[in-house]
């Protein structure tokens, strides 16, 4: 049984795990059953699904019930919480999801604004009420990103922790908005919160109190990740800087022949991408359309070239 999620326990690398599809499109089921148990052997802190990697907008309501079923089964016996991101376009479709994945038994619910219109600012309010009302003992995480319209800070954030007292913390993205000098400001005037931050900016973020990341590095290189923010965490920051240093130095490399070989580079189809070819993720690397998933051919070329020039960082 895991420790109920709280400011104070919310922390650490969350696995944000892809989803594995067949040649038809369909669940591998198998495959990301390995994939969970693979995370759950490396001990990430946390582990959690439908996070924009994880394709939230690809999958129907059942899909979503079957994942999360498969997630709490495989994880939950570990002792690693859980979160389930519930996003959709109305709040009756998040609180169905979010009441789902309560009863299932996932210990939090990721949660991102309705995106097709932009809120206002009454509305946003409301949103957040009317959500933490419907699931009261389910800890909430804010999935902050401008894909929503809104990239919040302070202002919005003071008064949601107001009406939504199981809001716990919020997940950063990496948007152009991000601006670092306002989120420090934003964890000094909210400190009820956890405050998450990606790879690039995590171990700036945890010099004014960042307390985790939701990674995507971990589906690539788990072991590093995982020891680079204990690294960090405990004061070694010499060390940890160095691991960060090297990671970038993949990803960039990476990301440079992804952007020679004209291949996409969203959320899904790069974070999946990685993990495939450093041998860490089984399955294939396919998305659901409308995104373009990398070709066989391309990810055995990134694959060798990465082999040559960073043997240390294949799982295989």
Known sequence: MTEKLTKQTLRGIWAGITLSWDENYELDEAAFRENLGRLVEVRPHGIYVFGSTGEFHAVNDEEFRRVVDIMVEEVSPSGIPTQAGCNGLATREIIG??????AAGADGGQVA?????????????KFWRDISEAVPDLPLISYNVSRTK????????QQIIRIAPNLIGIK??????????????????TPQLAHFLGERNLLKGMRFGIQGCYSAWVLAWPRRTIQMFNLADQGNWQEAEAIHQR???VEDFVDGMLEELSLGMMDPVADKGRGVLSGFLVGHQRTRPPYLGWPDEAVDTI??????????????
């Open 247 to 249: 990671c970038l130095e």
């Open 150 to 157: 809104w990239y919040m800070y302070a202002e919005q954030y």
């Open 303 to 316: 694959k060798e070239q990465v082999r040559q020039r960073f043997p240390d960082f294949m799982w295989e």
């Open 172 to 189: 950063w993205s990496g948007s152009p908005e991000l601006d670092l000098q306002r989120l420090e400001e934003t964890i000094a005037a």
């Open 97 to 102: 999801k979010l009441k789902y994945a309560q």
């Open 113 to 125: 604004l309705p995106s097709w219109m932009k809120l206002t600012e009454p509305e946003i309010v």
